[in-house]
């Protein structure tokens, strides 16, 4: 049976499922989930608490209603921009950094700002067509915290991203997908089953080798191709120097059963 849990107001909801897939959904539908402080420090204990979960493999986030998330409510801007940018443990996007469980973004209508900063900390983008990415810092006078001015120019080109961040000119989901920012566009109907589908094929996978492989990947964004490579060379020589022969054996035998079955239908 599914689990729920939920911020006091029903805010920030999180829903366990038994096939290892956890959701978590941004549910203030009538301000277009724009996100007051207690909502950002809630998202942060969601994906810490489901970070360290072993019963869950991925996650999916969403928004309820017609956006995914419209960013800050502006009306308590002070109260979430002076307050302790530098506690990891009530910033959100930090947190989705930390969670070694991957995170599946599944983005409708608009994500703006504060929100085009958490699906940019997904590691997975689903967007239904007609899904706008917006980015306006530079038009209300918000400086970046959440990673947008150096995470989007390293996806899109520095180019591309110079622009639709000092314009505040929408990325829509369609020309996100072509740069290589969003995995698949779908109609807005198929979204969460978009999304379940690739989070079901992450959660078949080995779930030790999924962790190790998004913290690898991850980690080695940060670095330069040379020194990327050789952190990639050292965990592998971690992981097998760990390994048992029967562990061994039992990847050999994995396989060879494997071998003998017919490929899966792609993505």
């Not at 209603?65 to 960013?71: E, I, L, N």
């Not at 209300?140 to 001015?149: A, N």
């Amino acid at each position: 049976m599914a689990s729920h849990q939920s911020s006091p107001e029903n805010l920030i909801l999180v829903n366990r499922e038994p096939n290892g897939i956890a959701f978590v959904t941004i549910n203030r539908p009538k301000s277009l989930n724009s996100l007051t402080r207690p909502m950002i420090i809630d998202l942060a204990k969601a994906f810490k608490a489901l970070s360290q979960d072993e019963s869950v493999r991925v996650i999916i986030l969403s928004g309820s209603g017609r956006a995914f998330c419209s960013g800050v409510d502006l009306t308590a801007a002070e109260d979430v921009f002076k307050g302790d940018v530098k506690d990891v443990e009530t910033d959100t996007v930090a947190q989705m950094e930390r969670c070694r469980k991957p995170i599946i973004g599944a983005i409708n209508g608009f994500a703006v700002t504060a929100g085009f900063e958490i699906a940019l900390a997904c590691d997975i983008i689903v967007a239904a067509k007609g899904a706008k990415f917006v980015d306006t810092h530079a038009r209300f006078g918000i400086f970046p915290s959440w990673g947008l001015s150096q995470k989007l120019s390293r996806i899109i080109g520095a180019n591309k991203a110079r622009e639709v961040s000092l314009t505040a000119t929408p990325l829509t989901a369609e020309l996100g997908e072509r740069l290589g920012f969003v995995n698949h566009v779908v109609e807005g109907g198929e979204l969460l089953k978009k999304a379940r589908e690739i989070a079901e094929a992450i959660a078949k996978n080995n779930q030790d080798l999924v962790l190790r492989y998004k913290a690898v990947i991850n980690d080695g964004l940060k670095l330069d191709l040379g020194h990327a490579l050789a952190l990639e060379k050292e965990r592998g020589h971690d992981y097998y120097s760990g390994m048992t022969k029967e562990q061994f054996k039992k990847m050999q035998e994995f396989i060879t059963g494997r071998g003998s079955k017919k490929p899966s239908s792609k993505l």
